[in-house]
């Protein structure tokens, strides 16, 4: 049955039929009288042939669509006094790039704003988008004597899917690699992360190297585990953020609706701070790979 539920506990409208085997599923975990949280797994809502789509691919379209016709209805007709969308856009394109220019310096910030700023953007977004009501509420489910549960909903936080926020890792790591070759040069970047740091003679030089040579090698797999890092960063707290939200709503039956009004504050918050570590993640990772004039010349500003 799909239906819409506004809370755990309120009233909700049904319509339609839910597949059999949702069905079964549902009214089996209804009889056991089993509480669940949000499930870790997105659901599948649809399937292209053999491709299946995901209630947080959807989320994660009607996302990036909003955005393409923001941008775009906000820089259609460029203004010399910026006002009302155009304003708001160039503010926040502006202060990103002022903040970001500021930390990894000008000549770096000039190659990669346009990734830095769009995976802010769009991972700020997507984290405000999982908090509208429907998101998670809209969906297949069975009548319990507690109200209507929802069992698969058509929609999902698109962070709360692990493999939308290893996508994004992996991108920036494919990035990463290419800007650090474009940098370094392959001979370059294998000397930034194998050769001895500082002068030195002798015994002590042999020493460096092997010491430096074992340091590299830690510091490939440092490399290598950041994407897994990054993914898992933010997919846990925005998982964990919609779980808490859940509880909430599920703690008192009749105020399922008021509960989670004052996390919904701290969950906003939360979605800003996650797009800035991500972002500044990032953007020190990439710098540290970078020439030391390239990646250090804020410090002669």
């Given at each position: 049955?799909?239906?819409?539920?506004p809370?755990?506990g309120?009233s909700?409208?049904?319509?339609?039929?839910?597949?059999?085997?949702a069905?079964?599923?549902?009214a089996?975990?209804?009889?056991?009288?089993e509480?669940?949280?949000?499930?870790?797994?997105?659901?599948?809502?649809a399937?292209?042939g053999?491709?299946?789509?995901t209630n947080?691919?959807?989320?994660?379209?009607?996302?990036?669509v909003?955005?393409?016709i923001?941008a775009?209805i906000?820089t259609?007709?460029?203004?010399?006094i910026p006002?009302g969308a155009?304003?708001?856009?160039?503010?926040l394109?502006?202060?990103?790039h002022?903040?970001?220019?500021g930390?990894?310096?000008?000549k770096?910030v000039q190659?990669?704003?346009?990734?830095?700023?769009?995976i802010?953007?769009f991972?700020l977004?997507a984290?405000w988008?999982?908090?509208?009501?429907?998101?998670?509420?809209?969906g297949?489910?069975?009548k319990?004597?507690?109200?209507?549960?929802?069992?698969?909903?058509l929609?999902r936080g698109v962070?709360?899917?692990?493999?939308?926020t290893?996508?994004?890792?992996?991108?920036f790591?494919?990035?990463w690699?290419?800007?650090a070759?474009?940098?370094?040069g392959p001979l370059?970047?294998?000397?930034?992360?194998?050769?001895?740091k500082?002068?030195?003679?002798?015994a002590?030089k042999?020493l460096?190297?092997?010491?430096?040579?074992?340091v590299g090698?830690l510091?490939?797999f440092?490399i290598?585990f950041?994407p897994i890092?990054?993914?898992?960063r933010?997919?846990g707290?925005i998982f964990?953020?919609?779980?808490?939200l859940?509880a909430?709503?599920?703690?008192?039956?009749?105020?399922?609706?008021?509960?989670?009004i004052p996390?919904?504050?701290?969950?906003l918050?939360?979605?800003v701070i996650?797009?800035?570590v991500?972002?500044?993640?990032?953007?020190?990772?990439?710098?540290?790979?970078?020439?030391h004039?390239?990646?250090?010349?804020?410090?002669h500003?």
């Amino acid at each position: 049955m799909l239906a819409f539920a506004p809370a755990a506990g309120c009233s909700a409208y049904a319509a339609g039929n839910e597949p059999a085997a949702a069905t079964s599923q549902s009214a089996e975990s209804a009889a056991a009288g089993e509480e669940h949280g949000v499930p870790p797994k997105a659901g599948e809502v649809a399937r292209i042939g053999s491709f299946p789509i995901t209630n947080s691919m959807v989320a994660t379209w009607i996302v990036a669509v909003g955005l393409i016709i923001f941008a775009q209805i906000a820089t259609r007709n460029i203004q010399q006094i910026p006002a009302g969308a155009q304003n708001f856009w160039e503010w926040l394109v502006e202060s990103l790039h002022n903040f970001l220019e500021g930390i990894i310096g000008h000549k770096l910030v000039q190659k990669t704003f346009w990734f830095f700023a769009t995976i802010f953007i769009f991972i700020l977004f997507a984290n405000w988008g999982g908090l509208i009501p429907g998101i998670g509420t809209i969906g297949y489910g069975v009548k319990t004597e507690h109200g209507f549960k929802i069992e698969q909903p058509l929609f999902r936080g698109v962070n709360a899917d692990l493999n939308m926020t290893l996508a994004m890792a992996l991108v920036f790591f494919a990035c990463w690699i290419f800007w650090a070759i474009q940098a370094n040069g392959p001979l370059g970047l294998l000397k930034h992360l194998f050769a001895p740091k500082g002068e030195s003679t002798g015994a002590l030089k042999f020493l460096l190297i092997i010491v430096f040579f074992a340091v590299g090698f830690l510091e490939i797999f440092s490399i290598l585990f950041r994407p897994i890092s990054l993914s898992f960063r933010l997919y846990g707290n925005i998982f964990a953020g919609e779980n808490m939200l859940e509880a909430m709503s599920n703690l008192v039956p009749g105020l399922g609706w008021l509960l989670p009004i004052p996390f919904y504050f701290m969950e906003l918050l939360v979605g800003v701070i996650q797009a800035l570590v991500f972002m500044l993640l990032t953007a020190v990772f990439t710098m540290l790979i970078m020439p030391h004039d390239e990646g250090h010349e804020k410090a002669h500003h």
